[in-house]
């Protein structure tokens, strides 16, 4: 980016108001330690290193905090998906976001 790198970016968008909740992923070739934390500091949420592990990237994504739910008021029934890994359940429509179903005992 010619004019703000990536840990501009993420400070950028969390200045506002849209964004500041807004789960951020760093994709990149970078592993260092300093370059994670400064990532952390900017307010990134995660981080990937490329090549990347697809099954870390769908935790990565979907991952939600189960301890920040505070009430479900309704449960539909899982939407199987095609070509996921065998432990995937399924996802479920949760206050407008989209959450996988996922079978801890048959991950391991």
Known sequence: MPRLDGFG???KLRQGN???DRPILVLTTESSEEKKARAREAGATGWIVKPFDPEKLVAAVFGIDI???REIRAWSPATRLPRVPH??????KLR?????????????
């Not at 432990?87 to 479920?92: E, M, Q, T």
């Open 9 to 11: 970016l993420i400070e």
């Open 18 to 20: 849209r964004h500041r």
């Open 67 to 69: 301890m920040a739910i």
């Open 87 to 92: 432990y995937v359940a399924g996802v479920v």
């Open 96 to 108: 407008g976001r989209v959450l996988p179903g996922i079978d801890l005992a048959a991950r391991q």
